[in-house]
C-alpha cells in the first residue's frame, strides 16, 4: 500500500535528482516567508531541490556575490498551495464542459496535463486534486520529472452515499488506499446546485473517517449547512470543503475540533457565471441550478465574514477549479481579500504554511526556511498593498528546478 508520505517521498526524490545538489542564489528585494513575517533585501541559497540558507543580502557598502537569479525588484513567496483542484476537467473541443462519450484516457491525461502546466507556471507548486483516477498516472508522471506541473495529491475518486453500507465504505476507503490515494474526499452534502442537503447518514460518516484514520489518510468532505457541517465535524473528519453557510456553533465547533475549512467564495462562481454557456443544459448545470449557486455566492460572503471574525477557525485556501479556471488560482486569493475582508497577509498564510499543514506537509513546503524545498513564486508589486499583484507572476522554482524566469 502506497501511503500520502510515500507518493510524496518520490516527488521529492525525483526533484532532487533533477536539480542534481546543484547550489544556486536567488536575491529578492521583498520576501513573505509564508509564516506571517516579511523581509527586504535577501539572499537565498538553494542546494538541490531544498532552501540551505535566508541571508541579509550585502549592505550598500559591500561587495555583492554572485546572483544566479536577481529578484530584487520583486515580491518573494514560498510556492502558493491550491487544496482543492481538478485537473481533468475541461471543455470538449465543441467549447462546452467536458461530455464527450468517446474521449480516450490519452486525450483525457493531454487536457490534464495542460492543466497542470498552468497551474504551475501561475505560482502553484502544490495542488490537491479531487479526484479522478487519472489523477494518479499524471501525480507520478509529474513526480517523475516526466511532465511539468505542480506537487499533485489526489482522492482518486470520492467516497458517497451510493457507496454504500457502512462495512462498504470502510472496503471501499481500504481500496483507496491501497490504490495510491493521498486523502479521502466524502460528498456529506448534495451538490449545491441540487440544494446542497445532507445525504449521507452519521454512520455512513462515522465509518469513512474512522477507517480513513485506521489507514493513514486524511479526509476533506464536500458539505453546506449547519447540519452537514455538524455531521462531518462530529465524526471526526478533518476538513470541510465549501461550507458556505452554517450558524455560529459550527464556527466554535470547527475551533474547537481544528477542522480545515477551505471555502469557495468568489472565483469558483465567477468561472461558472463567466463561463456560463458553456455548462449551461449539462447534468445539474440547469437555470435553476445556476440561481442557487448565485444564492450561495452572497450567502457565502455573509458566512466567510462571520468565520473570519470569530478569529479561531484554520481557513485553507483552495479554489475549486473546474474547467476554465486552471492557471488563475491566483483569483479566489483577490476575492478573499477584497470582498471577503481578509487581511492579505493572512491570505497568503492560507495559501501556504497553513494549507501545507492541512496537507500534512508542514515540515516540508509552504515556508521559506532553511531545510524546506525550494518551491519559489516572485510577483511584481507587493501583495500586501495590493492583492492583485499575486496574479502577477515572474518566477516559479519548484524543488529546486526553475519552470517561469523573467530573466532573458
Not at 466524502?186 to 441540487?194: G, K, P, Q, T
Request: glycine share 12%.
Amino acid at each position: 500500500m502506497r501511503t500520502a508520505l510515500a507518493a510524496i517521498g518520490l516527488a521529492l526524490a525525483a526533484a532532487t535528482v533533477q536539480a542534481q545538489e546543484e547550489t544556486v542564489t536567488i536575491r529578492a528585494g521583498r520576501l513573505l516567508d509564508g509564516l506571517g513575517n516579511v523581509r527586504g533585501n535577501v539572499t537565498l541559497r538553494v542546494t538541490g531541490s531544498r532552501i540551505a540558507a535566508v541571508d541579509d543580502a550585502p549592505a550598500a557598502d559591500e561587495t555583492p556575490g554572485p546572483v544566479t537569479y536577481d529578484l530584487s525588484g520583486l515580491t518573494l513567496m514560498p510556492g502558493l498551495i491550491d487544496t482543492h483542484v481538478h485537473l481533468t476537467a475541461h471543455f470538449d473541443p465543441d467549447g462546452r464542459n467536458h461530455h464527450d462519450p468517446d474521449e480516450t484516457p490519452a486525450q483525457t491525461m493531454l487536457y490534464a496535463a495542460g492543466n497542470a502546466h498552468a497551474t504551475l507556471t501561475a505560482g502553484f507548486t502544490t495542488v490537491q486534486s479531487l479526484g479522478s483516477p487519472a489523477d494518479r498516472d499524471l501525480r507520478d508522471a509529474i513526480a517523475r520529472g516526466d511532465l511539468p506541473g505542480p506537487r499533485v495529491l489526489t482522492s482518486l475518486g470520492a467516497v458517497r452515499a451510493g457507496t454504500g453500507t457502512p462495512d462498504e465504505i470502510r472496503a471501499y476507503v481500504r481500496q483507496l488506499a491501497e490504490d495510491g490515494a493521498d486523502v479521502v474526499k466524502v460528498f456529506a452534502s448534495a451538490s449545491i446546485r441540487e440544494g446542497g442537503g445532507l445525504v449521507m447518514s452519521p454512520e455512513q460518516l462515522d465509518a469513512v473517517c474512522a477507517e480513513a484514520q485506521a489507514v493513514g489518510l486524511r479526509t476533506v468532505v464536500h458539505a453546506y449547512g449547519t447540519d452537514g457541517l455538524t455531521a462531518t465535524i462530529e465524526a471526526g473528519c478533518g476538513g470541510i470543503e465549501h461550507g458556505n453557510r452554517y450558524d455560529d456553533a459550527v464556527i466554535d465547533l470547527m475551533a474547537a475540533r481544528g477542522t480545515y475549512l477551505d471555502p469557495h467564495v468568489g472565483s469558483l462562481w465567477a468561472n461558472y457565471f463567466e463561463h456560463r454557456d458553456r455548462f449551461i443544459g449539462r447534468g445539474n448545470y440547469t437555470e435553476e441550478g445556476f440561481a442557487l449557486m448565485e444564492e450561495a455566492r452572497t450567502t457565502g460572503y455573509e458566512t466567510f465574514r462571520r468565520t473570519l471574525a470569530h478569529g479561531g477557525v484554520k481557513v485553507v485556501y483552495g479554489t475549486d477549479a473546474v474547467a476554465g479556471a486552471h492557471g488563475r488560482n491566483a483569483d479566489e486569493l483577490v476575492y478573499r481579500v477584497r470582498d471577503g475582508g481578509q487581511d492579505p497577509m493572512d491570505a497568503i498564510v492560507s495559501a501556504t504554511s497553513l494549507a501545507a499543514e492541512s496537507l500534512g506537509l508542514a515540515d516540508t513546503i509552504g515556508r521559506i526556511a532553511p531545510g524546506y524545498e525550494a518551491d519559489l513564486v516572485a510577483v511584481a508589486g507587493n501583495p500586501l498593498d495590493d492583492i492583485a499583484a499575486v496574479r502577477a507572476v515572474r518566477f516559479v522554482m519548484k524543488g529546486g528546478v526553475v519552470y517561469r524566469n523573467p530573466a532573458p
